[in-house]
């Protein structure tokens, strides 16, 4: 039986922007799935501390996805203040939605090859797909290489169709071509530091409510 698969976007969401969201549309459209559940980070282990609260950046998600009903906020991580890992997320969302249900964890390519370096990043195959999305004329089996042998093999052996998602719960690496926006948070940071424009980065809603709370402002 087959059943239309749930997204999952982590990010420090930092504050969210247009290159998230055309992820998420693309993905959603692309990957076929029922929704896409965003889960702001609350203290992230692999990078450095977020300058905003996690409330902060919770509150952006929800003004930038308000007008998309098939993306949800998720504040299960942004909620702890110990460090947090993807798997222990994964293995709560598979207790709350049942072992049937097809999970996709969706990712830029960049992080799929890094993902050797995620905590227990095995166990991560088993309770969901991997949504890989790559720049439209840069496969990733083209960069496979650089990756570990191990990554290398689970890549080589789970790379499947979109169809397969909807069939099976987890286990599944699927390439989706995704021009990538160059908009990053750490660019949106730097231009509210140095007080110059980030309009058509980022919703408008977003950016008034970092203006409002003067966020990202140097101390
Ligand atoms: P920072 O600049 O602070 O490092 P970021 O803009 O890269 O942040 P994250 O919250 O770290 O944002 O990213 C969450 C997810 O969104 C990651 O999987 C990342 O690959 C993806 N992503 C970020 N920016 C883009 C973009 N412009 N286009 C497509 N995917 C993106």
């Known amino acids: 039986m087959s059943k239309q698969a749930i997204g999952i976007l982590g990010g420090t969401f930092d504050p969210i922007h247009f290159g998230h969201l055309r992820l998420a549309e693309e993905m959603l459209e692309l990957a ?14 692999n990078r450095d501390t977020p300058q905003v609260s996690a409330q902060h950046r919770s509150a952006m998600v929800r003004l930038a996805i308000a007008d998309q009903p098939a993306f949800i906020l998720d504040e299960r991580e ?23 249900q097809p999970l996709c ?3 830029g390519g960049d992080a799929f090859l890094q993902l050797h370096t995620w905590h227990e990043w095995e166990r991560l195959f088993e309770l969901a797909h991997i949504v890989v999305g790559y720049r439209p004329g840069f496969t990733l089996e083209e960069r496979i290489n650089s990756a570990t042998e191990k990554l290398r093999r689970h890549y080589q052996q789970r790379l499947c169709a979109v169809a397969a998602l909807s069939q099976h719960p987890s286990g599944g690496v699927v390439e989706l071509a995704i021009p990538k926006l160059e908009i ?36």
């Not at 730097?190 to 977003?206: G, T």
């Open 105 to 107: 964890l969706l990712m």
């Open 32 to 45: 076929e799935l029922q929704k896409i559940l965003f889960i702001p980070a609350g203290t992230p282990p």
């Open 78 to 100: 942004a909620d702890r203040t110990t460090p947090c890992y993807t798997v222990d997320t994964l293995r709560e969302l598979r207790a709350e939605l049942g072992a049937a």
């Open 184 to 219: 990053s948070a750490t660019l949106i940071r730097s231009r509210v530091a140095e007080n110059r424009s980030i309009r058509y980065l980022l919703p408008n809603p977003v950016a008034d409510y970092i203006h409002q709370h003067q966020l990202y402002k140097p101390c």
